[in-house]
């Protein structure tokens, strides 16, 4: 590190004394390779700016200690100076040459989905029943009695001509209601807590277009085929305040081990409402959560309490709910997403959107105007520009609205035309680069060879001014920051395919990538003030990385648009990168 750091060429270094509130907790990084990102956005083709510390094709870190107090970032820059302003009691961490960067954000998740799969027995490609039923009696001896337990994955296609039965759970789970629902959702196979709770007995009928399966004697097997498997999960109880929370708890802590500081959750409802106030109330949020309400006809409840109370004020407070999140158009996959023309690969079909989609334009603009930053989900060429309309159209009576800094989620397919109008609306695209590379080898049947050239197209957005801001839509896909990193910088899954990339020309740089992750979301948040650089006075929010996300080696490769380096680890390295640690308001939430 000593050799490594002695090279370094841009070293900013802050004014030098101590003004922090004595009694707060202290903590100093030492020997870590620390990129502030405090200089000025690269170009629209993706060139450094004049002030960053990137010379001949190298990035250098601009520090190498940062001294934090209480919840704060007191300075950034040499291990001597840092360490000479802490304290007495100051913990000192080594981070023996780790990189730092601002406290990377998930700007479109799903953090409830996280905890429910893992509530979830997942029964995925398990072919020994025995195997099952073992996951089952394991998991009920940590679920209070009377809890239901709940599984999802066997393949009750591939187990049509042998289905399972109930006595060995009817054994050996005598306390818990358990339902196991089937891959392709048209079964289910319980024990008889579960279906007697459903209403079911012996003597009953089979309800209209489903099956009790019976065996030879006429008796009932638990398992249960098509609509009769309604009754059963109708049956399921909501979860308590205390499962919610345990949920989402798992979900958030799994966001501050895979590096986050800060998530955005588009799309709440009134069920997980409570339990994210309850976890705000007892201090028990691990990272910062952005709630984005869940615009929609049976979120109303919701959505009218918030028009009444208005966003958060409180800019640091973990439970911010300042955000709302719309629905405009399907998806490209479903051909649900609105297209100007027909589908390449289905004429005389261009998607569904807008009202009858449940777009509600009266209630998004209600809310606008009651102080909300809206997320729009809009996928097609067609969505996306009647999304911009109606941001334009809002703007012309609402024209303080514009400096809310609206989004559109996903925004996967642009119009060439329109590229220009999200920077003159002020309009943020919130994208996915996993959604790029897995949806490549389908997207240009659905699209054709034109109209794919304006469908995930970073570097035209970036040369039309458009500020990008990156996430992965979990669970939908991999949240793994370094996944994320790869595919934006290289336009290639996980899996290295397409081997050349698909459209290269749009990948984005390192930097670009870094900043979509960091500074880009905290600036359409309106919080760069506080944080997304990391620099004196700003919140102590860090993600350290055990590689260095900047100096890419494509050389031999593709990808990294016009910073394409020769130095560094490979792309595919980057898929083996590690969260060393992630810091949140001055705390350590994670370490690996
Ligand atoms: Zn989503």
Same mark, same amino acid.
């Given at each position: ?9 841009? *070293? ?40 960053? /510390? ?54 479109? !998740? ?33 679920? /209070?009695?009377?809890?239901? *337990? ?108 895979? !590096? ?22 007892? !201090? ?84 606008i105007?009651?102080?909300?930053q809206a ?16 941001y334009e159209?809002l703007y012309s009576r609402h024209p303080e609205a514009r400096a809310l800094n609206h ?17 003159e609306l002020n309009v ?12 490549? &080898? ?61 459209? &290269? ?41 055990? *590689? ?19 130095? !560094?680890?490979? /792309? ?15 705390? *350590?939430?994670?370490?690996?």
């Amino acid at each position: 590190m000593t050799t490594r750091f002695a090279l370094i060429v841009f *070293i900013f270094i802050l004014a030098a004394c101590n003004n922090a509130p004595v009694g707060e907790a202290e903590l100093v990084l030492t020997n870590g390779f620390v990129y502030s990102l405090s200089w000025g956005d690269p170009a629209g083709d993706g060139m450094p700016a004049i002030d960053a /510390p990137f010379e001949d094709g190298i990035w250098y870190p601009d520090g190498e200690a940062i001294y934090i107090s209480g919840d704060r970032i007191m300075y950034v820059g040499t291990n001597e100076d840092a360490l000479a302003q802490a304290r007495e009691n100051v913990q000192v961490i080594d981070l023996h040459g780790a990189t730092v960067i601002p406290g990377a954000i998930e700007s479109h !998740g799903h953090v409830h989905e996280l905890g429910e799969h893992h509530e979830q027995l997942d029964l995925l490609d398990i072919n020994d029943r025995s195997e099952i039923i073992d996951m089952v009696v394991e998991r009920a001896a940590s679920v /209070p009695a009377g809890e239901w *337990i709940i599984g999802w994955g066997w393949d009750e296609g591939a187990w049509a001509n042998d289905l399972p039965n109930w006595d060995a759970l009817n054994e050996r789970v005598p306390d818990h209601p358990v339902v196991l629902k089937g891959r392709r959702g048209f079964g289910a196979w319980a024990n008889k807590r579960a279906i007697l709770a459903a209403g079911f007995a012996n003597d009953s009928d089979n309800p209209d277009g489903g099956e009790l399966v019976r065996d030879s004697n006429g008796d009932l097997t638990g398992v249960l085929l098509n609509n009769a498997v309604d009754a059963l999960y109708d049956a399921i109880p909501e979860q308590t305040l205390d499962q919610r929370k345990r949920i989402l708890l798992f979900g958030l802590d799994e966001m501050a081990a895979s !590096g986050y500081v800060a998530a955005h959750h588009a799309g709440v409802r009134s069920d997980y409402m409570p339990a994210y106030d309850a976890l705000a109330g007892s !201090g028990e949020l691990p990272i910062r959560t952005h709630l984005m309400l869940a615009v929609v006809a049976d979120n109303r409840d919701l959505t009218d309490i918030y028009l009444a109370s208005g966003p958060t004020t409180d800019l640091s407070a973990f439970l911010q709910v300042r955000g709302i999140k719309a629905y405009y158009d399907g998806s490209l996959g479903s051909r649900g997403a609105q297209l100007l023309a027909d589908y390449a690969d289905m004429p005389g079909s261009r998607g569904v959107s807008g009202s009858e989609y449940g777009f509600d334009t009266q209630v998004v603009e209600d809310l606008i105007a009651a102080g909300f930053q809206a997320g729009v989900h809009a996928i097609g060429d067609a969505g996306n520009r009647a999304v911009l309309d109606f941001y334009e159209d809002l703007y012309s009576r609402h024209p303080e609205a514009r400096a809310l800094n609206h989004r559109i989620e996903h925004a996967q397919v642009v119009h060439p035309d329109d590229f220009k109008r999200f920077a003159e609306l002020n309009v943020a695209a919130s994208m996915e680069p996993g959604h790029a590379v897995e949806d490549s &080898p389908w997207a240009e049947d659905r699209l054709g060879a034109e109209r794919v050239k304006g469908a995930y197209a970073w570097r035209t957005m970036r040369e039309n001014g458009i500020t990008v801001i990156f996430n992965s839509d979990y669970s939908g896909t991999d949240h793994s920051l370094f996944y994320g990193l790869f595919a934006a910088m290289t336009r290639k899954s996980a899996g290295g395919q397409p081997p050349g990339g698909w459209y &290269p020309e749009q990948a984005m740089t390192p930097e670009e990538a870094l900043r979509a992750y960091t500074v880009w979301p905290a600036s359409v948040s309106g919080i760069l003030e506080q944080t997304g650089t990391i620099e004196a006075g700003k919140w102590a929010d860090l993600t350290i990385l055990s *590689i260095d996300p900047l100096n890419i080696d494509f050389s031999g490769d593709i990808g990294g648009g016009v910073v394409g380096g020769g130095i !560094g680890i490979s /792309p595919s390295e980057l898929l083996e990168g590690e969260i060393v640690m992630t810091i949140v308001a001055g705390k *350590i939430v994670y370490q690996r």
